[in-house]
């Protein structure tokens, strides 16, 4: 995990996957470790959080997302 990575597309994506499964019972376990930044353009596909008609797939998550990503 790097910090210019947060709030990215695949964030919404892999975030949701797993609020999904655990609101259906099943027990998850992440083990996040935080390296240093790199000069890639990867994280920073953080457009799609200004277009309101993905925020239906999970509202919070969205909102939350935004809220720290910009």
Do not use: C, H
């Not at 709030?7 to 019972?25: E, H, N, P, S, T």
């Not at 027990?27 to 200004?50: A, H, M, P, Q």
């Amino acid at each position: 995990m790097k910090n210019q990575y947060i709030g990215d597309i695949g964030d919404y994506g892999k975030y949701g996957l797993l609020r999904f499964l655990a609101q259906r019972g099943l027990r998850i376990g992440v083990n996040w470790y935080l390296t240093e930044n790199d000069d890639s353009s990867d994280g920073k596909f953080v457009d799609y959080l200004n277009k309101e008609e993905l925020r239906s797939a999970d509202p919070t998550l969205f909102d939350f997302l935004r809220s720290i990503a910009f």
